[in-house]
């Protein structure tokens, strides 16, 4: 069956006001649960997309199934393969897809890691719908590591699912709620393997049955996954790194944005656009004084580089946690999942295209862009090779997206190659980018005009960028494309 439901993060300061908002009526059943995970040594099951649990409760255990990374499914409804057991031992019949997935491998299952949680459970009605919310506080527990975690999730029993985001946003007033990206079973992974703090874009799990809309699902709700995973890191720390990855994942959502403009432009697209425009120029302003920072060794100047950063940090985590910023987090998550978009008369066609086919136009118009755009790129402005910057970075995204829908090994190949030119043209041109506007950014931070600064700005030649950008370019107009 496909269950629809809606994960929140709860801070341990919202934790108290939540269980006593209004919103959750009534006398809540509490209960006590603990979950073994299971998978092979080498996690055969998690590199397929789906979780094994068995799940005890007063006495009843119950198996689950779940394709957590589902290619149909999305971030909010997933497949899910659910009954009672009589023993602590995973039943491999047929009636799940486990056996056939893990076929000689599947004596090799063995538990991995305990989860622990104490549950209060509420039925609600909100309008047309029911709504069940289950308030779990617990813990994760692999070997001797441990993480403990609040959460709030709701999960629609009948009705429309924006019934779900009008609760969590109603939630919201009385204590932040944050959207949940991590499954109980991605939790324990995350302790089984080395402690991570930086979180770099996946590839999204596309196929050839994938429509364009079920396409741009997935790739905005990678997008908001990558961006709130290092959000909490920058949460509790500030951290260059997760800024710095929770920016890219912001340009990543703005790219689709724009590559998908023509299948989902509807009366909220472009305030969710420029919502998410002013969020990545906050971080942005923090990341390019983190930049500058790794550039020079001296001491008076990093401490004046130290004030301006820790300004900008200052910024950054008043917006955080600004309810502005949980608003549109929401607001984006409900508007991918229940956009009007996805029911416009006029784009009914495109939606359902092949999404290897829109991908391979997308892919070609991109190029094409870029190959008329480029060609004057040692003569023209600044701001112009700026824009031949943007197109590339966009191509690359665009690449990156699209990724899987382009399998066998000369795609591979032809991708590897594809992947690695854009990048050299990116870099050459961010650099000479920077050579543009460092000035505009020492002004700024109130740092314009000292000699000091000089070598923040003028580290590279000019000419011999120059060069190298248009080796690029040439090499990209030459290479192979891995959609063909």
């Known amino acids: 069956m496909n269950e629809t439901e809606l994960k929140l993060e ?7 006001r939540i269980k006593a908002s209004p919103l959750l009526t009534g006398k809540p059943k509490t209960m006590s649960q603990r979950s073994v995970y299971f ?4 996690h055969k099951l998690r590199a397929a997309g789906f979780s094994l649990r068995i799940r005890t409760v007063d006495g009843v255990r119950t198996q689950t199934v779940k394709a957590d990374n589902a290619k149909l499914a999305g971030l909010f409804v997933r497949p899910e393969w659910e009954f009672t057991i009589s023993s602590d031992l995973p039943v491999l019949d047929h009636s799940t897809p486990i056996r ?10 063995q538990a991995r890691f305990d989860v622990h949680v104490e549950r209060r ?3 609600l009605s909100r309008d047309d719908a029911k709504i069940e919310a289950a308030l779990d506080i617990g813990r994760v527990t692999a070997g001797d590591r441990e993480t403990q975690f609040c959460e709030l999730e709701l999960e629609l029993k009948n009705g429309s699912s924006s019934a779900l985001f009008d609760l969590a946003q109603k939630l919201d007033t009385f204590a932040p709620v944050r959207i949940g990206v991590l499954s109980k079973s991605a939790r324990g992974y995350k302790l089984l393997g080395p402690a991570v703090s930086v979180f770099k874009a996946e590839l999204v799990q596309l196929d050839k049955q994938t429509t364009t809309a079920a396409a741009f699902q997935q790739i905005a709700q990678a997008c908001i996954k990558q ?3 290092n959000e909490a890191v920058l949460l509790a720390a500030r951290d260059a790194e997760a800024l710095h990855q929770a920016r890219v994942s912001l340009r990543r959502l703005r790219s689709a944005f724009s590559i998908f403009k023509d299948v989902i432009a509807d009366d909220r697209s472009e305030h969710l656009g420029s919502e998410a425009r002013w969020l990545a120029g906050v971080l942005g302003q923090a990341r390019d004084i983190d930049v500058l920072l790794g550039k020079t060794e001296l001491a008076a100047l990093r401490i004046r580089l130290t004030e301006a950063r820790n300004s900008a940090y200052d910024e950054v985590e008043a917006t955080l946690g600004s309810p502005r910023l949980r608003a549109f987090m929401l607001d984006l998550a409900e508007w991918i999942s229940n956009g009007p978009w996805l029911d416009a008369a006029e784009t009914t066609d495109l939606r359902q295209v092949s999404a290897v086919d829109f991908a391979s136009s997308a892919l070609e118009r991109l190029r094409k862009k870029i190959k008329r755009d480029g060609r004057a790129i040692v003569v023209v402005d600044d701001e112009e090779r700026h824009k031949v910057r943007k197109d590339a970075k966009k191509l690359r995204y665009a690449s990156e997206f699209f990724t899987l829908l382009f399998p066998g090994k000369r795609g591979r190949r032809r991708h590897k190659r594809f992947i690695t030119i854009l990048g050299e043209l990116q870099d050459q041109l961010g650099a ?5 506007a460092g000035s505009q ?4 931070i109130g740092l314009a005009g000292e000699p000091a600064t000089a070598s923040l700005i003028a580290k590279g030649n000019k000419k011999g960028l120059l060069e190298a950008a248009e080796d690029a370019y040439v090499d990209l107009v030459d290479a192979k494309r891995f959609w063909r």
């Not at 998978?39 to 080498?42: A, N, S």
């Not at 000479?432 to 543009?436: E, G, K, Q, R, V």
């Not at 950014?441 to 700024?444: A, C, F, K, S």
Request: net charge negative; hydrophobic share 45%; aromatic share 6%.
């Open 441 to 444: 950014l020492l002004e700024r």
């Open 10 to 16: 709860l801070s341990p300061d919202a934790l108290g």
């Open 100 to 109: 056939s997935l893990l076929e000689d491998d599947v004596d090799a299952l």
């Open 432 to 436: 000479l980018n920077d050579m543009a």
């Open 227 to 229: 961006y709130r995973l």
């Open 39 to 42: 998978d092979t040594p080498d």
């Open 121 to 123: 459970m509420w039925l």
